[in-house]
């Protein structure tokens, strides 16, 4: 009840001068004579009194001539005298006497006052009404620390967004809501019950505002008299007249007289927005959630204020494309608003990119609860630890505490109750909580060896390369790979060297102990065979060759025109043979499977011992025997006059052989002491032709293994929820704190399952990041489409009376096809029933 006091009763309005006379007081002093007229005691001073009230009763307005003739009749006591008011008479308020619509600035006290209800019915009992005449009624409204009479309501013109020339006037108070002003429209446009409406508000400047909020109040919303309320009515096919969404089809007619089978209905992918199109889908197939949406459930329950929320936008904008894909008017439809919305509260979703699935679906699970959630102020609330009390205690006050912040639709359909269990690894302490959660994220068993193709090239030049496939440790050593492959080989782990070869030239060579989670599934290794003992002393030299061919040069650049072709090689050179000569003739035998005999030509040379010693052609030799300096060879001096010659015949080089940097595109001298000196073999374009085999080159031949595909073996959905209750020990980055040794630990932890859902969202975590790599596990999950049972994973006591059902059937699934780089997400969804606990 509230007690309307005359003292605290303010004149005029809350607008300042705007609003002046807007309002009229709520108490108002009569004379003894209006008391002893309605037959109140001495003691009561008026109904502008303390006075117990309900919902505030209205008030009327009386002329106050009229009020003050009646008032002296009142006073005299005579009831044959002439100021006998007559009729309650209140033509001097209204503009007219057709409209009846009250005049603009009236005064209160001098051109009216304000009666209660009950007062006005004594009044008009005793003297009537003049005829025709309306009672002008008033609301009484609840203000800060005060009441007023609204003498003036606010006048609106509605009208519907297909006939905006034909207006109706309609009053309201300040404290009705909006949704009295969407009633009072669909009554005067006589709207079919089952039909949705929505209302807009048109501003001065000619733009439209959606008014949302259905329960905020006119006063609230600041709609003033003369504004206009459009109301908007939502097309059979689910869209809204104002934001018709683009469809696949171009004529609009065929599209709205297309029907077929509600909730069968495609999405259009805009650009890469499939993982967004197949979570909606799945979700979209839920029947609960979408019975609620369908039947606008939702609109009694979106809530505004949240800060947690969008303010309704993402509900509406998931309601509205529910509605277009479950009206039967539409083969497929374009979900832009949606796809904006989602973007605007989600930055990550910006932009046409592929994204995860989950990730989109767990955004907008939360962004529905927190649109729909029925609480509307969260109270803080202290979690608490079990501290030795009962299982079934903790779990009902942590599930109530849940509720009295998160109450919608979301938890009621998918929110179950996880139980953990920490456990310090030093005192023993043991800590239990209880977690609500809204979908299962599993993991997936992941086998400890990963098969790794490779090439394997010898030294044999013979040979052809092979390609193996071995199965080696994940967590393993490049040594490993090398024990692997000398099984199938023959040739032991310590004459290999592995590299990883990418646009015809080494990218990395490995040492052995290098880890092979280096090495990506997709990178190309080769492994080489090489000689033995490099270690020791006088041991071979491994040279690393590529292959280029070279162009004529202009102008003088000796680069230009250097292309490097074909697979590099790991040579193994004597150190007896290093010479540029001895180089040339090792590189041609290892090459002699590939390439052609050159031909011989016939040369002119000094005479033996009649001149300096004999020089290689430019790039074939560099030295007399020594090392190679692996600097630019020397030119051939010219010949020396008057000296004796003789005729021979000799092979006509094919390549020429140069110091090159690591990336073989540059030739440089080696450095003093490098480790690792990089050659190239130069072919002229016109030799290459005609000596060089591309084909023999690129052959290969596959070993035995290639042939054995190793089948992965499925598992089942159940061992991944073993895998997901298996106890494990936290990581160093997420420590646990214990209250009892006070310092952070490596604590053992434990999570249950309490409690299930109506419908249960399972999530396969297949995506598996390290520091050095990321991964999609490509396991093959089975499943049951029928009788999904978890009655042996739910640690809950179940009463013998009533078992808690624990059975799921199948209603979809969203797979997603390829790699982390690419791929496509696709859904089925609706095919058997909807997940829920069955007995």
Sequence with gaps: MVRVRAARVEQGGLG?????????????????ALDVALGRGAGTRGWGAEQQLGPSPPRYLLENHWYQQWKEYVESGDQNSSSFPGHINNSELFEDLESFRLKERLVESEEYVLVPEDVWNKLVSWYGLEHDQPPIERKVVELPSTQKVEVYPVELYLCQHNDMDSPVTAQFSRVDTIDAVLQEARRQFEVPPEDETRVWVKNSDGSCERLRNIHMTVLDACLSTGQVVIMETRNKDGTWPSSRPHVMRNSVEDEELY?????????????????MNSAFQCLSNVPPLTEYFLNNHYLGELNFSNPLGMKGEIAEAYADLVKQAWSGHHRAIVPRMFKTKVGHFASQFLGYQQHDAQELLSFLLDGLHEDLNRVKRKEYVELRDAAGRPDEEVAEEAWRNHKRRNDSIIVDIFHGLFKSTLVCPACGKVSVTFDPFCYLSVPLPVSQERAMELFFV????????????????????????????????????????????????????????????CILDRDDIFVYEVAGGLAEPGGALVLPVYLRERAPPRDGDPGYGVVLFGHPLLVSVPRS??????LYGLLLERLSSMTLPPPQVDEEEEAPGEGPASQAEEGSSGGSGGPPTLSPPQATPPPTANRPKRKCRRRRPLFTVRPVNANGTSERPALPGEAQPYIAIDWDSDMKKRYYDEEEAEGYVKHECMGHVQRRQPVKLRECVELFTTVETLEEENPWYCPTCKRHQLATKKLDLWALPEVLIIHLKRFSYTRLAREKLDTLVE????DLDFSDFIIKPRADVAPAPHKYDLIAVSNHYGSLRDGHCMQGAGAVGWLGGRG
């Excluded at 609003?19 to 004379?31: D, I």
């Design 259 to 275: 029907r077929g089978q509600p909730g069968v209905c495609g999405l259009t992918n805009l650009g890469n927005t499939c993982f």
């Design 458 to 517: 010898y030294m044999d030049p013979s040979r052809k390369p092979q390609q193996h496939r071995v199965v080696v440790p994940k967590a393993g050593k490049v040594l490993d790979l090398c024990l692997a492959l000398a099984k199938h080989t023959g040739v032991p782990a310590e004459q290999m060297m592995v590299a990883d070869v990418f646009s015809h030239r080494f990218y990395k060579l490995y040492q052995v102990d290098e880890a092979l989670s």
């Design 16 to 32: 300042g001068k705007r609003e002046q006379g807007a309002w009229g007081s709520v108490g108002m002093r009569l004379n003894s």
């Design 783 to 786: 499943f049951p489409i029928r």
């Design 577 to 582: 043979q290093l010479s540029w000569d001895a």
